[in-house]
């Protein structure tokens, strides 16, 4: 798993899965009385993780259900820490699409303002977030927002941004296929071959 994955952290290696049900199990009975207390705890376990899957375990309790009064902007610092301090795209992208993601559909304006901030950051880790945080969005997707994050990584030679241009549009194709390909043929001098083979794959399936 750590070859796999390139990881300089170890692993215990215990699968997925089972590190899922195993913190249902351990966060069941788990005091959540405010924001601030779930916010701690999950940073602890993220700081003091000495093992991958113990990361993993903080990323389920940050997504807990009884967590979610309290996934609003204010929650962003602490996603913001683990994205930068994770660097990978096991974190990130779970972090982006199930984290980061319904803050942005629930909280539009301050999120699209970070967001964007976001595409133009250093840390390619931000910007691959604020490319990937409208998976799933559907006919919801804000395409101007979507262009805006992809903009600024078209010319990108970093492989995890390549690829996220590529995996965003190729979401969006299941809901507009005519949009993507517009998109794609108007930038299609800027967009690598990874990102225009990945944005066009569904489309060029039916």
């Known amino acids: 798993m750590r070859a796999y994955m390139k990881s300089a952290m170890p692993y215990h290696g215990v699968p997925l899965p089972t590190v899922r049900k195993v913190c249902r199990r351990v966060f069941a009975d788990l005091d959540l009385p405010t924001a601030a207390a779930w916010r701690s705890h999950a940073l ?14 903080a990323l389920a309790l940050a997504g807990h259900p009884r967590a979610a009064r309290f996934q609003t902007p204010d929650a962003m610092k602490m996603y913001e820490e683990m994205i930068t301090t ?3 795209w096991d974190y990130v992208d779970d972090i982006a699409t199930h984290r980061v993601g319904p803050i942005l559909m629930r909280h539009r304006k301050p999120m699209e303002t970070m ?8 840390n390619l880790w931000k910007r691959r977030t604020s490319i990937l945080c409208q998976i799933g969005f559907k006919q919801e997707t804000d395409l101007d927002l979507l262009y805006a994050c ?4 078209l010319g990108s030679k970093e492989f995890f941004l390549q690829k996220a241009v590529g995996w965003a549009l190729r979401q969006y194709a299941w809901t507009d296929p005519e949009e ?27």
């Open 180 to 206: 993507v390909i517009r998109y794609v043929r108007r930038h299609d001098a800027r967009l690598s071959p990874l990102s225009r083979r990945e944005a066009l794959k569904n489309v060029l399936k039916r």
């Open 86 to 88: 994770g660097a990978w």
């Open 115 to 122: 967001m964007r901030a976001w595409s133009r950051s250093e």
């Open 150 to 153: 992809i903009e600024p990584s």
């Open 44 to 57: 602890t376990l993220w700081r003091k993780a000495r093992y991958r899957e113990e990361r993993y375990a």
